[in-house]
């Protein structure tokens, strides 16, 4: 079974500053895919970044990127600048096949002015 | 168009009421899901369609009905709520392909509240 572990539940940072959230998981599979979404207070749930296990190169959009080790099954979530916008829950996610994703319990972020 | 839309977005029901959670996309995609989060939790799954055919069920109780009538649609009958059911319930879609790779694309979610 595939199981998602985020072991951090609550987390602040202040306003320009970089935080790191951590995600580690457990697998037996070799090829799988893993997301960062993120989801606003009363707001849609969107995704912020992926990575597909076969890449080497950790994947990185705007100001976030990943620390993708795949031999230690980590996947943690750096966020650079951080910006009030950036306040809400952040999920880590896991698919290997088929429909069925595998959700962490979520980090709650708060970025402080 | 990358919308997920999910109506009502609020709902408010009795015990022995029966009502409906609507979804729609028109990205094409033909994999739709059902979720359902508590506050500050992750969310869950309820159902998965595929090609309009229900692939997956979480053993989720008989008071929660899902239909697919096409390839944009997914509704969600209730009946018979309880109040431990109050929650907000998400609806999710992707492409299908056989080794996913795709996105999942959630909808605003409808916060329901079993009275």
């Known amino acids: 079974a595939q199981t998602v572990t985020q072991s951090q539940p609550e987390m602040s940072v202040q306003e320009a500053e970089t935080v790191t959230l951590s995600c580690t998981y457990d697998?037996?599979?070799?090829?799988?895919?893993l997301f960062w979404y993120k989801q606003p207070p009363s707001r849609q749930m969107i995704l912020v970044i992926r990575q597909e296990a076969y890449k080497q190169q950790n994947a990185t959009e705007n100001r976030f990127s990943v620390n993708f080790q795949k031999a230690a099954k980590s996947f943690s979530l750096k966020i650079s600048d951080s910006q009030l916008g950036d306040t809400a829950m952040y999920f880590c996610a896991f698919i290997h096949t088929g429909n069925q994703f595998y959700f962490g319990t979520g980090t709650s972020l708060t970025v402080i002015p | 168009d990358t919308e997920v839309t999910q109506t009502p977005k609020h709902l408010v029901m009795g015990m022995t009421n029966k009502k409906s959670l609507k979804c729609e996309q028109h990205m094409g995609h033909r994999a739709m899901y059902w979720y359902k989060q508590k506050a500050k939790k992750p969310p869950e799954l309820m159902f998965v369609?595929?090609?309009?055919?229900?692939?997956i069920n979480e053993s989720v109780p008989s008071r929660f009905s899902p239909e697919c009538p096409n390839s944009s649609l997914l509704n969600l009958h209730l009946h018979a709520l309880q109040p431990e059911d109050s929650a907000l319930y998400l609806c999710a879609s992707s492409q299908e392909s056989s080794g996913f790779d795709g996105e999942l694309f959630f909808g605003e979610g409808s916060r329901l509240t079993v009275l």
């Open positions: 369609y595929s090609y309009e055919k229900l692939s």
């Open positions: 697998t037996s599979e070799s090829n799988y895919y």
